[in-house]
């Protein structure tokens, strides 16, 4: 049992350069969504998903894009690297409400 | 909207003895849930322990254990005979019970840094 993936686990981008963090979850859930880790700040939530085709903004989503076609993969798009994406991204999963969330190990992006 | 406030940035503790990490938060809801995520050196997000906030009794998890005060609102996670693969960032988080839009989303504290002293 896979759990969360994501992937990669670094990266390294130039400023105004694209690229999508993929998520993959095995467990049939319903909930994912994407949080960033930055220091002294704990997690945000940048975006959420309640079901295949179907999300919504969290917290901090500027910048980010998302989309649901399938219940297994929620990836993220950032769509001109800033050098404040800087962060560790966190995707993570649950089945309904009541559970535990469970996360994804995190990729660290460097926007240069 | 909910705000989970941890106090203290960093703790340290002797191996094999107990400390308390603190968390407060701020709600106008009756029901919810609490969460002590841990996150060691690898960056892995574990969860420690849940209590749902119905439930009087506080939640224990081995050497884990909370102390749930909800008319205080706050929830402070106890680590007894601590050791050293205990050390790591611990997050707090709420999570809301109801079902409305974004309501499962996680609140997160900023963290406490504990360090484990051989």
């Known amino acids: 049992n896979a759990g969360v993936t994501q992937t990669p686990k670094f990266q390294v981008l130039k400023t105004g350069q694209s690229m999508t963090l993929q998520c993959a979850q095995d467990m049939n859930h319903e909930y994912m969504s994407w949080y960033r880790q930055d220091p002294g700040m704990g997690l945000r939530l940048i975006h959420y998903?309640?079901?295949?085709?179907?999300?919504d903004q969290g917290e901090v989503p500027n910048g980010y894009n998302v989309s649901r076609s399938t219940t297994e993969d929620f990836p993220l798009r950032l769509l001109s690297a800033a050098p404040s994406q800087t962060s560790v991204y966190f995707c993570?999963?649950?089945?309904?409400?009541?559970?535990?969330?469970?996360f994804g190990q995190g990729t660290r992006l460097t926007v240069v | 909207a909910q705000t989970v406030t941890q106090s203290q940035p960093e703790m340290s503790v002797q191996e094999a003895e107990t400390v308390t990490l603190s968390c407060t938060y701020d709600t106008s809801e009756s029901d919810y849930y609490l969460f002590w995520y841990k996150q060691p050196p690898s960056r892995q997000m574990i969860l420690v322990i849940r209590?749902?906030?119905?439930?009087?009794q506080n939640a224990t998890e081995n050497r884990f254990s909370v102390n749930f005060q909800k008319a205080a609102k706050s929830f402070s996670l106890k680590i007894s005979d601590s050791q050293l693969g205990d050390a790591a960032m611990y997050f707090c988080a709420y999570r809301s019970s109801y079902s409305g839009a974004g309501s499962y989303q996680l609140t997160f504290g900023k963290g406490t840094k504990l360090s484990v002293i051989p």
């Open positions: 993570a999963s649950s089945y309904g409400v009541v559970t535990e969330a469970f």
């Open positions: 209590q749902e906030a119905y439930k009087q």
């Open positions: 998903s309640v079901g295949a085709g179907i999300t």
